[in-house]
């Protein structure tokens, strides 16, 4: 990975896109979509702080949905190892 991750946040989805389409990454409620084609790696991290766990995850064929448990989420995702999220938290971003 090109950035570190930060300290207090728990791994929640490690995933490769070897299918054949695209597939849509929600992270709720904050929204945010992200796109993997094919051959994408991602990685999602969450706070590890109340109102974020348990964590519910809906699959359909072309979207999977990841929403917290009562907060609005603090995501890190990485996506082949940029960390592409950081525009959700004011933060730059590649």
């Not at 791994?11 to 992270?27: H, K, Q, R």
Request: aromatic share 10%; with cysteine; glycine share 8%.
């Amino acid at each position: 990975m090109t950035t570190e991750i930060p300290e207090g946040v728990i791994p929640v989805f490690d995933f490769e896109n070897d299918t054949g389409s695209v597939i849509t990454l929600a992270l709720e409620c904050s929204p945010q979509e992200y796109e993997l084609e094919h051959g994408d790696k991602v990685q999602v991290y969450i706070l590890n702080e109340d109102g974020n766990l348990p964590l519910n995850i809906n699959l359909s064929k072309s979207c999977l949905q990841i929403y917290p448990n009562t907060s609005w989420g603090n995501w890190y995702v990485y996506k082949n190892g940029i960390d592409i999220s950081s525009a959700y938290r004011g933060e730059s971003g590649a």
